[in-house]
């Protein structure tokens, strides 16, 4: 229990860092400052964020979404989700999400 729930804190910890925001840049005047960009998990793909965290993570560390393209998270998903016994939607969900920040 408390294995899983160091695991889930990381996972957090990573997606909170992964999440986009506008961060100003404080080494400028507030009359020419600039922001900061970083990723933000679109609606749509949360729940495949969460299931990819807590179902998958669950077992093994989790890969990152760019270690693979996006035909190559197919074959994966397809073994993995028997082994993870995903339904069917939750397959889906997870498969959205690491196929949208998949290896370009």
């Known amino acids: ?3 899983k729930f160091l695991l889930l804190t990381l996972v957090l910890i990573v997606l909170a860092g992964c999440s986009k925001k506008s ?3 404080k080494s400028v005047s507030k009359k ?9 998990i679109p609606e749509s793909l949360k729940l495949g964020s969460r299931l990819y965290a807590t179902k998958c993570g669950n ?8 270690e693979f393209t996006s035909a190559a998270w197919l074959p994966i998903m ?7 016994r995903l339904s069917e939607s939750e397959k889906a ?9 998949s290896k370009k």
């Open 78 to 84: 397809d073994r993995m989700a028997v082994e993870a």
């Open 32 to 40: 020419n400052q600039t922001t900061k960009s970083v990723a933000i």
């Open 59 to 66: 077992c093994h560390g989790l890969k990152r979404t760019d």
């Open 93 to 101: 969900s997870i498969l959205a999400y690491v196929q949208a920040y």
């Open 23 to 25: 961060i100003p840049d």
């Open 1 to 3: 229990m408390q294995r």
